[in-house]
């Protein structure tokens, strides 16, 4: 081939820096979508990571891992649910708290796993399939968290906008008190809404400790919780554009890295700094336009719920 | 379900200085658990945790030291916390504070005047208060997100700090370390208790506590920061301006964090290193709620707070609990404290209505 052999190995870099954030993303997004704001999610991805790191670890079994990092972010959802949810504490609060108890409870459970290899997820390799010249690595050569990525991403915006079951989210997200005064339990589905977000966290999360850098570093996570969250703003609460997203900052973080890598001269800090200041540029473009934000944005989100009576 | 819970009312004042008692005797229970878990005595881990730091007058002055940099974040993060301004970004102010403040020594370092460390306090401040002044203008200007905007200026201000100490800050006698050169005298802060690490910054750090409070209960902008935060309609109707006060409250919270930021690196830091803090910034919010964002509240729960670093500490040394427990033992705190904090707004009854036949 040509001078283009360096695309294929850039978009399959990519591809696993963004898989993270679309797993965060679009489970914070139907948080989100049900009224709830989880500021929690570099939280529950770091515990997550590093429960399925030890569990890959110890057993071998990447499957029980993955659901392993699942729970694991389940668990600390659920806890943010029983304070925001059953006991009316303030949401801002509780997630900046979610976020500081899983740093450093990764970091206590991880404390014997810093630095131990592990062997990444295996990717598909389908003879013929995965071999064929740029798009078989690319399309038949991901590994199995890829490929679920992009059916989660499906099957939330199917749920949202096709499914019964998503209209009531909407509903109870955007009118918790219309939901409520028509017999729908507005807590027990933002239990179940949150608990999602908390296991999507959760795989995102174990995603860097088993395929993107397979191995348990302190605060591994560097932010990409709170990236998935100004995420949700960049797409205006909308699952495709999540992904969308999610793709421009995985290539954000691959062109900082490849442009190190080709001998930039830059010193590595300023690249390194790319995908915050991008996140807060986007941040602002979004945000400028007040009108659009509010038509998208649950109108119930942050607000706690308390039936009369 | 049999518990119903119910709204007071009026809120009960009683319950407003309760809740972090109960938070705290809450903590202490599920961390015996959790040493149970770890393997340890309870007792004796809770002893090294709690008791065993403060047994003589160097520790218990290490105490003020760790105090000070969490008090002067708390203090500032506190009143935007009561504007309803959710600034999380006190670790970069905290570390451009450092910055800015200690650029005047580095270019400067032949200086001797008694002039030198106040400019650069001044300086910390400056810059603490620059880099909050980013997501105040986004805020007010675009409408952007602060919690989100000043939380990705945190790892910028590292990596600036990073890219400073790797390059052109590095001491050329360093043996090629990632240091600066150490701070002359008159560029450090004062020891105020000799024999101890106590220094200058825990005055300042008093100062902040005594000024904020008078500010809070005595001036029109404190006045203007409370309406704005309980009732921000109330405070339009009164022509309060919200950008006025979204301003004011990030500056100020951006100085304090930045005074912080320059007395770590001139008090007990002593030159400007790769990392300035464990964190401070973050385990400041712990402590602006545990004190219930008010001055003298935070300057107790700041004690508490380094209290825990310092268990941290001599429980590695003396039982050798992972660091790390401290981080798990502060997240707690935080947790049972919202929680408990329902009782503030809430009270519990048992249920006993009963349907009606009719």
Not at chain 1, 105 to 114: D, K, Y
Not at chain 2, 183 to 210: D, E, K, Q, Y
Not at chain 2, 211 to 218: K, V, Y
Not at chain 2, 286 to 298: D, E, K, Q, T, Y
Request: glycine share 12%; charged share 10%; hydrophobic share 55%.
């Amino acid at each position: 081939m040509s001078g283009f052999d360096w695309i294929t190995p850039v978009i399959l870099t990519v591809i696993t820096a963004a898989t993270p954030l679309v797993f965060a993303g679009i489970g914070e997004l139907i948080t989100e979508k049900s009224g709830v704001l989880n500021l929690g999610v570099e939280g529950m991805m770091l515990v997550g990571a590093v429960s399925g790191f030890i569990t890959a670890t110890v057993t071998g079994n990447y499957f029980l891992a993955v659901a392993a990092a699942a729970l694991a972010g389940a668990i600390m959802a659920f806890l943010f649910g029983i304070l925001t949810l059953s006991l009316m504490a303030n949401q801002v609060a509780t997630g900046l708290a979610l976020t500081l108890f899983g740093v450093g409870l990764s970091a206590l459970m991880g404390q014997n796993f810093v630095g131990q290899p592990v062997a990444a997820l295996a990717k598909l390799d389908i003879p013929g399939l995965s071999d064929l010249p740029f798009i078989g690595p690319i399309l038949f050569g991901q590994d199995g968290l890829v490929y679920l990525s992009f059916v989660m991403a499906i099957v939330v915006s199917w749920f949202l906008y096709k499914t019964k079951a998503g209209l009531i989210l909407r509903a109870v997200g955007d009118s918790h008190d219309a939901a409520h005064s028509i017999g729908y339990s507005v807590i027990g589905i933002r239990y179940l809404a949150v608990m999602f977000g908390g296991a999507m966290s959760g795989i995102g999360g174990a995603y860097l400790s088993l395929a993107y850098t397979p191995m348990w570093a302190e605060n591994m996570t560097a932010g990409r919780g709170w990236i998935a969250l100004a995420l949700i703003v960049f797409a205006t609460w909308k699952p495709g554009l999540v992904v969308v997203g999610a793709y421009m900052f995985g290539g954000i973080t691959i062109l900082q890295l490849h442009a190190q890598a080709a001998g930039l001269n830059v010193p590595s800090q300023v690249l390194s700094m790319l995908p915050y200041l991008a996140t807060v540029f986007v941040l602002v473009l979004i945000s400028k336009d007040q009108s659009r934000i509010r038509k998208h944005a649950p109108a119930c989100i942050g607000k706690i719920f308390h039936p009369a009576a | 379900m049999l518990l119903k819970i119910e709204k007071r009312a009026e809120y009960s004042k009683a319950m407003v200085y309760l809740t972090p008692v109960i938070a705290l005797v809450l903590t202490v229970l599920a961390s015996i658990i959790l040493f149970k878990l770890l393997g340890v005595n309870p007792i004796e881990a809770l002893y090294q945790f709690f008791v065993a730091p403060l047994d003589s007058k160097y520790e218990l002055s290490e105490l003020f030291v760790k105090a000070t940099p969490l008090i002067l974040c708390a203090i500032g993060l506190s009143v935007g916390f009561r504007a309803n301004v959710w600034n999380i970004g006190a670790e970069g102010q905290l570390t451009m504070g450092a910055i800015v403040g200690s650029s005047l020594f580095i270019y400067f370092p032949e200086t001797e005047s008694v002039f030198l460390l106040p400019a650069m306090i001044m300086l910390g401040a400056v810059g603490g208060g620059a880099w909050a002044a980013i997501p105040a203008y986004f805020k007010t200007r675009f409408n952007a997100n602060e919690i989100l905007t000043s939380l990705m200026l945190v790892y910028v201000a590292i990596l600036v700090l990073s890219l400073l100490v790797h390059g052109p800050w590095r001491d050329p006698a360093g043996f090629n370390f990632p240091e600066s050169q150490t701070f002359s005298p008159s560029a450090t802060m004062p020891i105020l208790v000799s024999g101890t690490r106590m220094h200058f910054g825990t005055l300042l750090a008093l100062l902040a506590v005594l000024g904020t409070w008078i500010m809070l209960a005595r001036t029109l902008i404190g006045f203007q920061v409370k309406v704005i935060g309980a009732a921000p309609r109330a405070g339009g109707y009164a022509g309060f301006s919200q950008k006025k006060v979204v301003w004011f409250v990030l500056l100020f919270g951006g100085a304090m964090a930045g005074i912080a930021g320059i007395s770590e690196v001139s008090g007990p830091i002593g030159q400007v290193l790769p990392t300035i803090s464990p964190g401070y910034g973050f385990t400041a919010i712990i402590v602006a709620f545990l004190g219930r964002l008010h001055p003298v509240g935070i300057f107790f729960a700041g004690l508490l707070m380094a209290l825990t670093y310092l268990g941290g500490e001599t429980a590695q040394i003396s039982l050798g609990l992972p660091v790390a427990v401290t981080g798990v033992f502060q997240g707690m705190v935080l947790f049972f404290l919202l929680a408990c904090d329902v009782l503030v707004h809430y009270r519990f009854r048992l249920n006993t209505a009963r349907k009606v036949v009719s």
